[in-house]
């Protein structure tokens, strides 16, 4: 692993540099890192463009290996407790603190960080994730957390969600006990191979799906516009 982390010297093995494929580390969860340093977060984005002009001929970077929902391990800051009840405010119009509220909250801002640090790399460099906890999740949990409109620019390397048959997910406020058994339910009808396309990405990710399923009063006008694509196209919708 290639240490692109503010603490980086620099001194990355050259025969490493001349693969198509790296791995690197951040460092995310080392004593005092913290989500909000801006200067911690900008030295690491100049380390890893750094590494980009060194390594030209690398093609994929592994961004990330490490946990999912972070939160189990690593404690809040201060300010990340007053912005986690900012934004449960802001979501969900209260501030009950239920885990997977919190996993959501800490699965957004890992991605959104994974995001800027990735803005520093060239264009043509694809990066990857790899989570090592989903066995700790339940399915419905997992499929919420992995929404493709969090992880938009990334492949996820264990992404488990993958099939012929589609589930259209919905906006983070509308998951509750009932929905998240239906997709459990859904899951285990399909022999846990469905893909999961959040309402906005329905035309994105409906290739070589044969059917949705859509519980039809968390639609959107932006989930109604692309389940009507969706049948026009031929496919078979099922509503639950």
């Known amino acids: 692993m290639l240490d692109v982390s503010f603490l980086s010297k620099f001194d990355w093995n050259p025969i490493q540099l001349a693969q198509k494929k790296l791995e690197v580390d951040l460092k995310l969860f080392r004593p005092n890192f913290s989500f909000d340093d801006q200067i911690q977060f900008q030295v690491a984005g100049n380390v890893l463009e750094a590494l ?69 790399a060239p264009d043509h460099v694809q990066f990857t994730l790899y989570f090592d906890d989903l066995d700790w999740y339940a399915p ?21 969600f993958d099939g012929i ?10 998951f509750d006990e009932n929905s998240y058994k239906l997709i459990d339910k859904v899951l285990q009808e399909n022999a846990q191979r469905v893909r999961f396309l959040p309402q906005e990405m329905i035309p994105e990710l409906w290739h070589n799906l044969d059917a949705l399923y859509v519980i039809e009063e968390k639609l959107s006008k932006f989930g109604k516009r692309g389940i009507a694509g969706f049948e026009a196209a031929e496919g078979t919708v099922y509503y639950l």
């Open 165 to 174: 048959v589609g589930f259209v997910l919905f906006e983070d406020k509308d």
């Open 52 to 120: 980009c002009q060194k390594a030209p001929d690398c093609e994929t970077i592994r961004l990330y290996k490490g946990p999912l929902d972070w939160t189990r391990l690593y404690p809040f800051s201060f300010s990340l407790e007053k912005r986690y009840e900012e934004w449960l405010l802001d979501v969900y119009g209260d501030t009950m603190r239920l885990d997977q509220r919190r996993a959501v909250f800490g699965v957004n801002l890992l991605a959104e960080y994974l995001h800027r640090i990735a803005s520093f």
């Open 140 to 160: 419905s949990h997992l499929a919420q957390l992995f929404s493709k409109n969090r992880f938009t620019h990334f492949q996820i390397e264990n992404d488990p």
